[in-house]
């Protein structure tokens, strides 16, 4: 008689630990809206009016992803220079008025409505001039650049959003968004500073920590030296409640901008997902996204598929919803306005928006049918029920 290991090894008796999904949404945008300037004036709308110029969320779009659409997570952007005013500088320092509003949005998804959210400075590691975002501004932490922010002030600012959220165990904290073109040594030392600056404040919450170049997966291993997989397995978080950030676009060159969908997500995560397991980090891909054109369907079916199958993977955020996009496109059209994932959303012809064209025919159906409603958001997820 074979022995119960060679047994289980041959039927398959004991599987491994399921990989689980435990958060599922949608990222909201338009927090960071109005600061784009034409002609790089710096500084050009700031602080801009809330409900104006920018608004966090719509309160009834995120009833509808939530009761009807049964998901738990969302990610919600705003500004570092709406939070951190240049009077003042980045630091702990806020404008109350616009932290109040960002607050209201964080506690109606997370306390009114029982889901998670992720807090995403929406600043591509950089600080003093979003005009031109994603390419403008000073990187966060140049010493050779006298207008930048510092390392320091980075920490200070997430030190102090974090003592503000620390009774919250449904906030994540998003370090920042799509960090690029800067040396990822300087990367790993901004990101240190705000998990130390966290933990320092007490705060448990799940982070995530983004790489460098735009943090996608499919570059995760790629840029020799500068390679993300060379310098995210040195961050240390004392309580070991950090998971990796990723963002990944299905079109050629991973941007999100274009139609087509002809990056298969499966082959070109294959060396971050490996990377994770061998430095044993969970991840979010809280960025990803494509159009309704053919073969799109297939191919973001199979993304959110391939999440699902790998354990390392334990949430997700498409992009994108929120309230001002009105018929605009976050993602994935050739410029053209075919509405975004927020409920009700249509084309600037009139038609279905992306809403209607991508969320729910493609999207929907892969939202997990248990997902996390209790207890904090965790590397290790918590308990999976069905949403009443
Ligand atoms: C945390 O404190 C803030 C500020 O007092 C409050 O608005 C919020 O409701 C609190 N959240 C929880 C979950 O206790
Ligand atoms: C840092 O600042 C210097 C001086 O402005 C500039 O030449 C350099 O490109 C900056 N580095 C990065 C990574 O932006
Ligand atoms: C964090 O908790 C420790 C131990 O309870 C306490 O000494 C310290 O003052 C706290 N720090 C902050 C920033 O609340
Ligand atoms: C965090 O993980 C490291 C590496 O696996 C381990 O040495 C350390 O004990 C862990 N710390 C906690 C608080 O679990
Ligand atoms: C994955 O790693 C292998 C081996 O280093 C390399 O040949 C391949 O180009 C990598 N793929 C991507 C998408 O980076
Ligand atoms: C995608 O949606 C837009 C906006 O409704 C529509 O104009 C276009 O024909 C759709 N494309 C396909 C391939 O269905
Ligand atoms: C999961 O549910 C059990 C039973 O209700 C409870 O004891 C436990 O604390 C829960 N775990 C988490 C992580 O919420």
Redesign the pocket.
């Known amino acids: 008689m074979k022995s119960f290991a060679a047994l289980t090894a041959l039927t398959g008796l004991i599987a491994p630990a399921a990989a689980t999904i435990y958060y599922a949404g949608v990222a909201e945008s338009g927090g960071e809206f109005g600061v784009w300037s034409a002609t790089s004036t710096v500084g050009a709308g700031l602080p801009g009016k809330f409900g104006v110029d920018y608004q966090f969320i719509s309160t009834s779009a995120v009833d509808t992803h939530v009761d009807q659409n049964k998901v738990n997570l969302f990610r919600v952007a705003f500004l570092l220079e709406r939070m951190c005013p240049l009077a003042t500088g980045l630091g702990a320092t806020f404008d109350e008025t616009h932290f109040a509003h960002y607050q209201d949005s964080i506690n109606y998804i997370t306390e009114t409505k029982g889901a998670y959210a992720i807090l995403d400075p929406h600043n591509y590691m950089r600080y003093n001039n979003p005009s031109q975002q994603p390419m403008s501004g000073?990187?966060i932490g140049?010493?050779?650049?006298?207008?930048?922010a510092t390392t320091a002030q980075f920490g200070a600012f997430w030190g102090e959003l974090a003592r503000r959220f620390s009774n919250n165990s449904r906030v994540i904290f998003g370090l920042m968004n799509e960090p690029h073109?800067?040396?990822s040594s300087?990367l790993l030392a901004n990101l240190q500073a705000a998990v130390t600056a966290i933990r320092a404040a007490n705060a448990s919450n799940l982070i995530i920590a983004p790489g460098n170049s735009w943090t996608g997966g499919h570059s995760w291993t790629q840029g020799g030296a500068e390679a993300s997989s060379l310098w995210l397995n040195k961050l240390v978080d004392p309580i070991n409640n950090t998971a990796i950030d990723i963002h990944e676009y299905l079109d050629s060159d991973f941007s999100g901008t274009h139609q087509a969908c002809t990056s298969d997500p499966a082959t070109n995560l294959a060396n971050a997902t490996a990377w994770l397991k061998a430095n044993n980090y969970k991840a979010f891909i809280t960025e990803f996204g494509a159009s309704n054109a053919t073969g799109c369907s297939t191919m973001l079916s199979s993304m959110i598929d391939y999440m699902a199958a790998n354990d390392e993977y334990i949430g997700w955020t498409a992009w994108a919803a929120g309230p001002f996009w009105g018929t605009a496109s976050p993602c994935c059209t050739d410029s053209k306005n075919w509405g975004s994932l927020e409920p009700g959303s249509k084309a600037a012809d009139g038609g279905p928006g992306m809403y209607d064209t991508v969320w729910v025919p493609t999207i929907q159906p892969k939202v997990p049918k248990l997902l996390q409603w209790t207890g904090a958001a965790s590397v290790h997820g918590g308990n999976l029920t069905a949403k009443a």
């Open positions: 000073s990187v140049n010493t050779s650049d006298v207008t930048a073109d800067m040396p300087l």
